[in-house]
């Protein structure tokens, strides 16, 4: 079946097929590391969001004024995406059912939760009190108890890490960093 | 082993609460580089330079070599900040209300002040009451070039070419989109404006023949109408411009047509008039040493180092001219 | 051709800093090849803000070094663990670790080393060749065909992606509408600011990438999903015999050729040449049914092509200033913070920009061969680094490299809401890639497709008359009918296949 006279191009397209299938073979195999997928409900639900973020463009959109084709106004472009979102999720909304690419959130979720308040935290604190403090306390919660390190490196760790940042913004870069000292 | 459990966790309760007290005693003490505000005379600390631009662009290499004379002079740190955002108007409204001591200025261009205002909504539109001007800095003019090829020499020449001109500027809102707006106008000639995202694509657009002409810093296009790829058409300026002395005003053709962008040093309003007599005293030592002329000559800069008051008089002046002008001519700049 | 900038070129890379940026570079980019979780379009996105504080052409270079550095590195994860580090490695897995498993892991680390540097090395020529001719024609790249082009890539992107092709395109498009927020350049209209001053100037490109490539694979990760640890096999001699250099020097001679054209195709040109070399392989071998089984070529093939895309994948970037891919765009992004705009103007205002990148590309390619071979073993230890350890680092410094773009705390929270939307988007089986490319060329497409229709006075036919838009527009048609001409087609290979294994 192969053919060595046959032009270098036309080759991978006729052999993409197989190959493909080997791709998502493999990919399927790689995801066994994944936790267990969602199910139809997710799936729907996620087509919704993405169909609401189209409905949302579309509304704003249209309140921006079209215009015409041959002289387009601000809102037709965001106007023609969102009518395409819209289209799309529906479309994703009636097929999507059986995907398997989502994933349930488990208990282990909590941990990225946990993770996601301590950088709004640091956020919040560093215009307040600089970003020594919040960048130590961070680091020390992620070492801590996301990562489960032992307190001595949790500590040892952290204390190193804002050291050397401080060096690194602070002084080799002159970036102009909140800070106390 | 509960001792090594527990011990750790009061060392831990231990570096929180003594952060807490490093923190309620530095209380406002946070500093990003501008330390100053002490007792003695000023400065005592960093004075903070805001460029309301990101780094690169005209303002920011002003303010970078206008910040560098003045820390020299004063022996004081000056670092530049890059705030960019909505043309200026983003870092405006954080100078303006910072505390008015000196340690916090900024060079601010007036397009923002002249042109913008009629472009957005009152809201959004800066104004120059809110700060004290201490010094003009320069002034950075535009100019309308065509492409070789075009065979146009002058703004007749396109009059006389009797088709709709297509000209690109530099965005919405700016002064070269107002300037070349202005002069179709008056000229009587057709034409539709094609915006583009900055200098450097409508200076793209223009040699690959895309646009018919362009309007823009003459910065942007000197190097190209040195090279023979650009034929300037006019000028904007009252006089003409010393980089390109043999180019004709638009006025000297017949349009009265004067539009520049100018850049001058700015305070919060309310800084003491010691601060801004020291700060005027070291912008005009930087403005006479040779290494900032030089780098005024090779970004095709013209000195406008005039008075706060001619700064503002020729802001007021400008805003009402185009408000004017604009209204006369029944151009929206928002198109 | 005028040769004196090329040679000033290699002036500016020999410069003692760039030499140091350059190995900086391809040390960074191997190391985050081969540590799992941050892929180089992460660390590209997180080292954005520090590359504020280095000179242009040092922080490209660099950046570049992290770039094919990290398709040397994402190799050796293939390889030894069956891990791709990254998508253009994927179909490096099937031979490569069948090899390690045959005790061959030296052998296949090795080939795929000397491919990537053919592959480089014969791409880099062809840029050297290629760029200033296209930069030369580029300025009748106009508003239509920059359109065309980014639709094209738009397109491209979408389709090639690993996951659903659908919500594939649905990210893509979720990335225009994002563009749009803020005033339209065009009348000055505010879209979907909501009367914030911040956003007025629309939502800028650095955070969206730092959390939706770099935060929310941090967030992701938190979620301790790589609990079964693969023991990494053994390397043993990566020196690979000549047999098998034998076999494999037809693979890396095509490989270099599929790389070099593919890779200029915006869209993920590295994605695609390395299933496009391996099929074609495949398809030229004698004994096809070898491949999956520990063919040398099946190593060889993707692994020259992937490296060679992504060095041509800078042509379109430099010369056009159209980003080919997202790792494209960051670059694109890099340039822009230090008031350099990527087009066709790049050649002749920023020379020593232009040629320095492309000519430590060379050093950069002799670097990674001379560290990849003696040094796999060191690398290989690394792959122990607790990601525990790397995580809030890697954290702190988003969080802080965010805020010194501009200065200010919105852009913090900007990058941690983008990260919990790419987090959100991995767990609901959305792509983030797709969605920043769009993103970046979405406000070019737009404007470009406005710039057009006002250059043609209001006739939209205009972009079809074009030569090179409507080129370029035959071709998206083509693409955008594939998926219907494809099922239109008997589908041959996969009744072979069952007929294969019937028998």
Redesign the interface.
């Known amino acids: ?2 053919d ?1 006279t ?1 032009p ?1 191009g036309a ?2 397209e ?10 998502e073979r ?2 399927a195999e ?1 995801e066994e ?3 267990p997928h ?1 199910g139809p409900i ?2 729907i ?2 087509a919704v969001v ?1 169909l609401a ?2 409905v949302f ?1 579309a509304v ?2 249209y309140a ?2 079209l215009g015409r ?7 037709l ?2 106007f023609a ?2 009518v ?2 819209i289209v ?2 529906a ?2 909304v009636v ?2 059912r059986g ?1 398997q ?3 349930r ?2 208990r ?2 909590l ?2 939760a946990a ?2 308040v301590t ?2 935290g ?2 919040a604190l ?6 020594e ?1 919040p ?6 919660i ?2 801590r108890w ?4 032992s ?2 490196s949790s ?1 040892v ?2 204390i190193g ?2 050291a050397a ?1 401080y060096v690194l ?1 602070v002084l080799l ?8 000292i | 082993m509960p001792t090594s459990r527990t011990a750790p966790r009061r060392i831990l309760l231990g570096v929180v609460g003594a952060a807490a007290a490093v923190a309620l005693t530095a209380c406002g003490g946070v500093k990003t580089t501008s330390s100053g505000g002490g007792d003695g005379e000023y400065p005592t600390g960093n004075i903070e330079f805001s460029v309301g631009a990101s780094a690169g662009g005209s303002t920011d290499l002003i303010t970078r070599a206008l910040a560098q004379g003045i820390g020299k002079e004063l022996g004081v740190s000056t670092p530049v900040l890059n705030k960019p955002g909505a043309n200026g108007a983003l870092n405006a409204k954080e100078l303006q209300s910072a505390k008015p001591d000196g340690y916090k200025i900024a060079v601010q261009n007036a397009s923002l002040f002249t042109i913008t205002p009629l472009t957005v909504s009152p809201a959004e539109a800066t104004k120059i009451d809110s700060f004290d001007v201490i010094t003009g800095i320069s002034r950075d003019d535009y100019v309308m070039a065509t492409s070789a090829q075009s065979g146009y020499k002058s703004i007749d020449d396109l009059k006389k070419a009797g088709k709709t001109i297509r000209y690109g500027t530099t965005g919405v809102g700016t002064g070269a989109q107002l300037a070349s707006a202005l002069t179709f106008k008056t000229a009587g000639i057709e034409s539709t404006a094609v915006p583009f995202d900055g200098g450097a694509p409508n200076l793209t657009a223009l040699l690959g023949n895309q646009v018919d002409v362009s309007t823009m810093q003459i910065g942007e296009a000197i190097e190209n109408i040195k090279g023979g790829k650009l034929v300037p058409l006019a000028v904007f300026s009252k006089e003409r411009i010393p980089f390109l002395p043999d180019v004709k005003t638009a006025k000297e053709q017949g349009y009265d047509v004067q539009v520049t962008q100018y850049r001058f040093l700015t305070a919060p309003k309310g800084t003491p008039e010691n601060v801004k007599a020291k700060l005027l005293d070291a912008a005009k030592k930087t403005f006479a040493t040779t290494e900032y002329k030089k780098f005024n000559e090779e970004n095709s800069l013209t000195p406008m180092e005039v008075s706060p008051q001619e700064v503002l008089t020729s802001l007021q002046n400008d805003s009402a001219t185009f408000k004017a002008q604009l209204d006369k001519y029944g151009i929206n700049l928002a198109g | 051709m005028d040769i004196s900038p090329i040679l000033d070129g290699f002036g500016v890379v020999l410069e003692p800093t760039n030499l140091l940026y350059c190995l900086i570079g391809v040390i960074i980019g191997m190391l985050i090849g081969v540590l799992p979780g941050l892929g180089p379009g992460a660390t590209i996105a997180i080292l954005l803000p520090i590359t504020y504080g280095i000179g242009p052409v040092s922080a490209i270079i660099m950046l570049a070094g992290i770039f094919y550095g990290a398709q040397y590195g994402g190799t050796i994860t293939s390889v030894l663990l069956r891990l791709p580090g990254e998508a253009s490695s994927v179909v490096t897995v099937f031979d490569g670790f069948a090899l390690a498993k045959q005790g061959k892991a030296g052998t296949a680390l090795g080939i795929a080393a000397i491919g990537s540097f053919i592959g480089g090395t014969v791409s880099i020529i062809g840029l050297t060749l290629v760029a200033p001719v296209v930069a030369g024609f580029a300025l009748d790249f106009g508003p239509p065909e920059y359109a065309a082009l980014g639709i094209l890539g738009v397109l491209l992107i979408s389709s090639i992606g690993n996951g659903n092709k659908l919500k594939a395109i649905i990210a893509a498009c979720v990335g225009l509408l994002i563009a749009t927020v803020g005033r339209d350049t065009f009348t000055g209209a505010e879209r979907f600011t909501f009367g914030s001053l911040n956003l007025a100037e629309g939502i800028d490109f650095i955070p969206i990438a730092m959390g939706l490539f770099g935060l929310s694979e941090i967030l992701y990760n938190l979620e301790e999903r790589h609990n079964q640890v693969h023991a990494p096999a053994k390397v043993g001699n990566v020196w690979p015999s000549r047999k098998d250099l034998g076999q494999a020097s037809g693979a890396i001679g095509r490989g270099s050729l599929i790389g070099f054209v593919l890779g200029v195709l915006p869209g993920g040109g590295a994605v695609l040449s390395s299933l496009a070399a391996y099929a074609l392989e495949k398809r030229r071998a004698k004994q096809p049914e070898r491949f999956g089984k520990g063919a040398v070529e099946g190593v060889a093939a993707p692994e020259t092509a992937n490296n060679a895309a992504a060095t041509s994948s800078f042509i379109p970037l430099l010369t056009l200033g159209i980003p080919a891919n997202a790792t494209m765009a960051l670059m694109f992004g890099a340039l822009l913070i230090q008031g350099i705009q990527p087009g066709p103007q790049l050649v002749t205002e920023h020379p020593d920009v232009f040629w320095g990148v492309i000519n430590s590309m060379y050093i950069g390619n002799i670097l990674l061969l001379i560290m990849s071979i003696p040094m796999v073993g060191v690398f290989v230890r690394i792959l122990r680094v607790r990601p525990a350890i790397m995580a809030p680092i890697t954290v702190l410094i988003t969080l802080l490299g965010a805020y010194t773009v501009r200065n200010q705390v919105y852009d913090i929270f900007l990058v941690i809401a983008f990260g919990v939307l790419g987090y959100l988007m991995k767990k609901f089986g959305f792509e983030p890639g797709p969605l920043v490319l769009a993103f970046v060329l979405g406000s070019m497409i737009e404007s470009s497709a406005r710039q057009g229709l006002l250059i043609f006075g209001g006739d939209p036919t205009g972009f079809v008359t074009r030569p090179i838009s409507g080129t370029i527009f035959a071709l998206i048609l083509a693409v955008a009918a594939w998926p219907l001409i494809r099922k239109a087609l008997p589908r041959k290979t996969s009744v072979e296949r069952v007929e294969e294994k019937i028998k």
Request: charged share 10%; aromatic share 8%; net charge negative.
């Open positions: 079946m192969s060595p046959q270098p080759a991978p006729q052999a993409g097929l197989d190959l493909q299938e080997e791709t493999l990919q790689l590391a994944r936790p969602a997710s799936q639900a996620a993405a973020v189209g463009g704003g959109s921006l004024g084709l041959t002289q387009p106004g601000p809102g472009w965001p995406i969102s395409v979102i799309l999720s479309v994703l097929t999507g995907l690419d989502t994933e959130f488990s282990s979720s941990l990225t993770g996601l950088l709004v640091l956020a560093l215009p307040v009190i600089g970003f403090i960048s130590l306390l961070l680091m020390f992620w070492l996301l990562g489960k390190e307190w001595r500590i760790i952290s890490a804002v940042f913004f870069l002159q970036i102009p960093l909140p800070r106390l």
